[in-house]
């Protein structure tokens, strides 16, 4: 998604950092995505072990 379709997204209401934040935040799950589609991934069962989360 293009940043114009972003911010045509927002209420009317939004305020300059609503912007930034929707568009950094649109650029951080691309970055993710990548990564993910090229194997860059940490399985979830070593980050529950990292953690110390789960059941």
Same mark, same amino acid.
């Given at each position: 998604?293009?940043?114009?379709?972003?911010? %045509?997204? $927002?209420?009317? %209401?939004?305020?300059? %950092?609503?912007? $930034?934040?929707?568009? #950094? /935040?649109?650029? /951080?799950?691309?970055? #993710? $995505?990548? %990564?993910?589609?090229? #194997?860059?991934?940490?399985?979830? /069962?070593?980050?529950?072990? /990292?953690? #110390?989360?789960?059941?």
């Amino acid at each position: 998604m293009m940043e114009r379709q972003i911010i %045509d997204q $927002l209420p009317a %209401d939004a305020t300059r %950092d609503d912007v $930034l934040y929707r568009i #950094g /935040e649109h650029k /951080e799950i691309e970055s #993710g $995505l990548t %990564d993910s589609d090229a #194997g860059r991934t940490t399985p979830v /069962e070593d980050v529950v072990t /990292e953690f #110390g989360t789960g059941p």
